[in-house]
C-alpha cells in the first residue's frame, strides 16, 4: 500500500513540475515578446490565459499518419468533377481580379485557382479552431515541435497587432493554418497581399486579397511567367534510376538526359535544371520532369502530390473553361 502511495504521489509531483514547465515556457514567451516586440505584459498574459488548450488538437497532430497514399489514390480527391467544375465557376466569377493578378505577378489564373480548390474546396473548408487556440496548445503543449509554433505564435501576434484583428476571433485549421488560402502566421506576414487596397490583408472573406495573396505568394517563390510546369517522359534501360533520387528541388541538366534513358518530347533549354519524377497509376509507375514552375508549387506544399494535384487541377479547370 506505501509503495503504492508512493507511486502515485512521484507521478503526482512529475505532473505538478511538467504544468510548471509549460507556465514557466508561457512566461518566457510573454517575457520575450515584451521585450522583443514592445507588447503589453499583462494583456499578453490575459490573452494567453484566455486561450484554451484543446486536447482534440493535440490527439489529431499527434495522431499516426494514414496509410501513404499513391499517385492513383491521392488525385481522386482532387481530381473530381464538382472540384473542376466549381473552379470554372471561381475562375469565371473573380476573372477580372485574376486577369490583374496574372498581369501583375506573373502567374495564371487557373493555378491560382487550383490552390484555392485544393486548399479549401474554394473556401468552403477553412478550418473549425481559433488560431489563438492552435497555436497556443502547439506552442507550449506539444514538446515535437513547440519551438516552430511558438515561433507561428509569435507571428501571428505581430500579424494581428499590424492589422488590427482581434486575436480571439481569427479561425483556422488545428496547425493554425488560415483562411481561404490557409496560409500560417509567417506566411502571411510575409506573402499576404492588400490586392483591394484598402489597408487590410482579409484572406478569410475577401477573394481578392486571397487571389493576390497567392498570386505574390508564387511570384516571390521565383515562378517563371510564361514556362511550364512539368512533362510527360519515357524511360529506357536501367540508368534513370540513378537520376531518380529523394528531393524536390530540381537536380537534372536538361542537357544530359538522355545518358540517363530519359526522353521526352518537350523542348529544355541546355542549362535548365529538371526534376525525374516518378508517379504510381494503377498499372504501375509514370514518369515525369518538372520544371521550375513545379517546384515553386511544392513550396506550398513539400510534396509532389500535392503538387501534381495543383498542376492537373489547374489543366482541367483550363480545358473545361475553354471549351464552355
Do not use: C
Request: proline share 3%; hydrophobic share 40%; glycine share 6%.
Amino acid at each position: 500500500m506505501i509503495k503504492i502511495l508512493v507511486f502515485f504521489l512521484t507521478i503526482f509531483s512529475f505532473s505538478l513540475y511538467a504544468e510548471e514547465k509549460v507556465l514557466v515556457n508561457q512566461e518566457s514567451f510573454i517575457e520575450m515578446m515584451a521585450e522583443k516586440h514592445q507588447f503589453n505584459k499583462a494583456d499578453l498574459t490575459n490573452l494567453i490565459n484566455i486561450a484554451k488548450k484543446s486536447q482534440v488538437i493535440l490527439d489529431t497532430i499527434s495522431r499516426p499518419a494514414e496509410k501513404k497514399l499513391v499517385w492513383h489514390e491521392y488525385k481522386n480527391i482532387f481530381l473530381k468533377e464538382k472540384r473542376i467544375n466549381e473552379g470554372v465557376e471561381f475562375l469565371n466569377k473573380h476573372r477580372d481580379t485574376l486577369d490583374k493578378a496574372e498581369e501583375k505577378f506573373g502567374v495564371p489564373a487557373e493555378i491560382i485557382v487550383a490552390i484555392i480548390g485544393v486548399e479549401t474546396f474554394y473556401g468552403r473548408i477553412t478550418g473549425k479552431y481559433r488560431v489563438i487556440d492552435a497555436l497556443n496548445t502547439l506552442a507550449f503543449y506539444y514538446p515535437t515541435r513547440a519551438d516552430f509554433f511558438r515561433s507561428e505564435l509569435e507571428q501571428y501576434l505581430l500579424l494581428v497587432r499590424e492589422q488590427g484583428f482581434d486575436p480571439l476571433t481569427l479561425m483556422g485549421s488545428y496547425a493554425g493554418a488560415m483562411g481561404i488560402p490557409q496560409f500560417i502566421s509567417s506566411s502571411y506576414r510575409h506573402y499576404a497581399y492588400d490586392f483591394d487596397g484598402d489597408n487590410v490583408i482579409d484572406i478569410w472573406d475577401n477573394p481578392v486579397d486571397v487571389i493576390g495573396s497567392v498570386a505574390n505568394y508564387f511570384h516571390l517563390h521565383g515562378w517563371k511567367n510564361g514556362e511550364r510546369v512539368i512533362e510527360k517522359a519515357e524511360i529506357s534501360g536501367d540508368m534513370y534510376q540513378d537520376a531518380l533520387i529523394p528531393g524536390l528541388k530540381p537536380d537534372l541538366n536538361a542537357s544530359e538526359i538522355e545518358k540517363y534513358g530519359i526522353h521526352s518530347s518537350a523542348m529544355f533549354g541546355s542549362d535548365e535544371k529538371l526534376k525525374l519524377l516518378s508517379f504510381e497509376q494503377i498499372n504501375g509507375p509514370e514518369y515525369w520532369l518538372a520544371r521550375q514552375n513545379f517546384y515553386v508549387i511544392t513550396r506550398y506544399n513539400h510534396s509532389e502530390l500535392y503538387a501534381m494535384a495543383v498542376f492537373q487541377l489547374a489543366s482541367a479547370i483550363k480545358k473545361l473553361n475553354s471549351s464552355n
